[in-house]
């Protein structure tokens, strides 16, 4: 297990899998993609996902480099053919395929997120007590750039874990 890894190395896998099954995915719709493989993965294995934090903005949790990355699209599919995208990003997403563990669990999360579109998804991130939400109330409406923690983060995805499975009991 590489962890963690660049967030535009996950948004690199994940835009690769919507590549091959036909599936947009906007920029809205990757933050929300990445949000919860980090969720998951901060839950399942207790270590992040990715390097960068997750930030608390005013419309929900944001990856900023990665929203500076593909605003260019704003909330069009996004384009592999247009992004930045440099040699060295190729290395590390081959790299991300040779772990086994963690390609498993992104395939996962897409299998679970990708018939929902930026909105649902985004919805999903606002719930009451969600980590986004938690960090909100605690700054004021016009900033911006809270940092959600990352116990904050799985706290919230391992209570997510033990409601769906008792449910299922």
């Given at each position: 297990m590489g962890l963690p890894y660049r967030a535009k190395t996950i948004a690199l896998f994940f835009l690769e899998l919507g590549d091959k099954e036909g599936i947009d995915i906007s920029p809205?719709?990757?933050?929300?993609?990445?949000?919860?493989?980090?969720?998951?993965?901060?839950?399942?294995?207790?270590?992040?996902?990715i390097e960068e934090s997750i930030e608390?903005?005013?419309?929900?949790?944001?990856?900023?480099?990665?929203?500076?990355?593909?605003?260019?699209?704003?909330?069009?599919?996004?384009?592999l053919f247009d992004l930045d995208v440099e040699p060295q990003?190729?290395?590390?997403?081959?790299?991300?395929?040779?772990?086994?563990?963690?390609?498993?669990?992104?395939?996962?999360?897409?299998?679970?997120?990708?018939?929902?579109?930026?909105?649902?998804?985004?919805?999903?991130?606002?719930?009451?007590?969600?980590?986004?939400?938690?960090?909100?109330?605690?700054v004021p409406k016009e900033k911006f750039n809270v940092t959600i923690e990352d116990q904050q983060i799985r706290q919230y995805f391992i209570e997510q874990f033990s409601k769906a499975h008792m449910s299922a009991v």
């Open positions: 809205m719709k990757m933050q929300k993609l990445i949000y919860f493989a980090h969720g998951w993965c901060l839950a399942i294995n207790g270590l992040p996902l608390a903005w005013r419309y929900g949790p944001v990856i900023s480099n990665i929203y500076y990355w593909l605003r260019q699209f704003g909330s069009q599919p996004i384009q990003d190729f290395a590390r997403l081959k790299m991300l395929r040779q772990d086994g563990e963690t390609v498993q669990l992104l395939h996962k999360v897409w299998d679970v997120y990708k018939g929902y579109d930026a909105i649902e998804l985004s919805t999903m991130t606002h719930l009451p007590e969600s980590p986004w939400e938690e960090a909100r109330v605690k």
